[in-house]
């Protein structure tokens, strides 16, 4: 059994290495610990001015309602819409509301006061986000005075059920996504560090010299990497409860089975960059660029349907695409393997694939 | 190429310091020209990020799944559901008959949201209710504002005065989106991008090909030569900078008419900001070349410490806002912050140069000391 000792070989080798042991233990409790507060694209502290050219009761209700509301931060009330417009301008507010003059009497006499909503829109969804709660704002306060049924048809109309993340906490979404990120970073980049590496120090030469077989070194070079990721997700999970009581939703074997399938893919993958680069810097650079492109595309930060059709047909290239799907069906959704299916095997094909391909572009002879 | 030919004709008509000084430039030049993978990076990565975040990274609400749950598909059902079909926004997949068939697809990522009508929508237009996949909060919410907007509009003009009061209400808040009336998220992205890569560039390539000098042993060789080191230093930086302005240069003109970006502010402004923000990464390169000792530990060290922070903690992809207070206060000390802070408002929003001054001189503040300190640092270390 060559390969047993070729695998003790790679575990001394890390083990001997005075930073891999400790980037490998460390870098995912830093990711757990810091990114989920970073990764938040809740939208919160919006930051108001408010034009009232009423200052009628009603009007000073509506101010007072915005000032209540803990979603957004209220600047002040400024003069006039031009002041207010500075103030967006340097950034120091992100929505203007203007109460028109008049507002009083002609909610009173059943006429429609335009209140208006400006939103900056740079950042699109914060802009709109923004502005459609800002509006829900004056609307019920709209229909609290004037009593109309119009609004409680309405209210009645739209009633919503949030399944799955009831509070919607942005961290359920975004832990299963740091799954994939750190999996990919660990078993991506090593194993591209991992060959080249014997390259350039030249200890490629002696492996080359013996009876090894491609298969049985290549082989040996995976393995660890798939016992790294064993350990990496199952200290994720544990960090995940720990700090943020976010448990798995679904059975759990799945997500191994997914981690397992994934670090497959990738360490693969950078195996086979790992053979075709000559320097560490190259390795480097060409593994970044894959990483991330495909990240990008993954859905891992936007929804794959928001992309135009050239960008979606990618996703049916893109191993990530099935990862970050299927993690999030099981741990946020709490789907069993019916659900997952699809991925899974779209996944296992990938990564087959992918084993195949390392071992064939080893080559003995320089 | 034209730089090049300039450069020797220059040079061959200078006094002897700037010949020298200008056959250097040449020398490093030739080095970036000549490494085919290394110029691919550089010119391929921008259009490749550009082309990425411009088209393919957007939160629009497009394509949305729908599943109708309904138990007598009558004519005003009908409508309403041919409606949301109609627009760009939802695609209705399959009708279900209760709702906890529409649940199990959601849950098997066959469908992303649910429209239950109730048995007397027809009758009284209400009792309609939103099942969605909460799992992505934001895109839920918009989701659901976007349903809400297209079945408002889908109640027909009846007699009744109760109709006519609902959309009195919601004709009664005015919406405008300023800057960006579509919405579009490469607006947010491309003064992003332009902070990340312009960094990327100067620090981490600078900081580099320095490294890579002193690993081979060769800038032994160039610092006994007659020019003065801060020269050979500066000679070395200038061919990034040139490379960085062509860079910026192609990713405004892309922003302009591949993604149809507007540039609303001054261009002489944005070159001039761009411009100290160059030379706040050069300097920053120059630090990290002091330091390093090896071209690995140049290149952990500016992914570590430049790259990491910048995505992550400028505003880039996440709002600094929703950041705990902690993290908050590490970002007020990443410049690329204000550098995307001021883009955005020249290209835009379309501001006057007033309206950034603050940016403007935590910029120059920031370039100031990092120049200082990186020069400091680099005489000491020769003495």
Redesign the interface.
Known sequence: MTIKYLIQKEFLQIRRNSFLPRLIVVFPIMIMCVMPWVMNMEIKNIVVDVVDNDRSTMSQQLVHQVEASNYFIFNGQKDSYQSALKEIETSKADVVMVIPPDFEKDMTNGRMPQVLIAANAVNGTKGSIGGAYLSQIVMSSGASVKNAEGYQAQSSLSDVLFLYNKHQNYKVYMIPALFAMVLMMMCGFLPALNIVGEKEAGTIEQMNVTPVSKWAFILAKLIPYWIIALFIIAVCLILSWAIYGITCQGPIALVFLLAILLALFWSSFGLIISNYSDTMQQAIFVMWFFVVCMLLLSGLFTPTRSMPSWAYATTYVNPMHYFVDAIRTVFVRGGNFQSIAHQVFALACFAVFMGGWAIQSYRKNS | MYLLTWLVRLKDRGIEGMKTFISFILKEAKHILRDK?TML?LF??PI??ML??G???????????TVVVTSSMDYQTQQAVELLAQSEYFTITTTANTPQDA?QL????KA?MAIVFGADFAAK??????????????????W??YA?QV??SSIPSKTG?????????????????????Q???A??FVPAIMGMLLMLICAMMTS?SIVREKEKGTMEVLLVSPVKPLLIIISKAIPYMVLAFVILTTILLMARFVLDVPLQGSIIWIYVISTIYILLALSFGLLISNIAQT??VA?LMSAMVLLVPII??SGM???V????QI?RWISAVIPPRYYI?AM??LM??G?GVE?VA?ELTILVGFTLFFLGLSLAKFNKRLE
């Open positions: 993978r990076i391929g990565m490749a990020m990425l975040f088209f393919a990274v957007t939160t629009d609400v497009k394509n949305v799944r649940e959601i849950r098997n990522q992303d237009s209400l009792g309609v209710q939103f099942i969605v996949d909460g799992s992505d909060p934001n895109m839920a919410q918009q659901i504002n809400q079945l408002l005065a109760m109709t006519e009061a609902a959309r009195g209400m919601s004709s009664f808040v005015n919406s405008k989106m300023l800057y960006n009336p919405m579009k998220s607006y947010n580099i071209q690995l290149l992550m903690l992809l996440f709002p806002e929703s950041m705990p993290l802070q955005r408002k835009i929003m501001v309206q603050q």
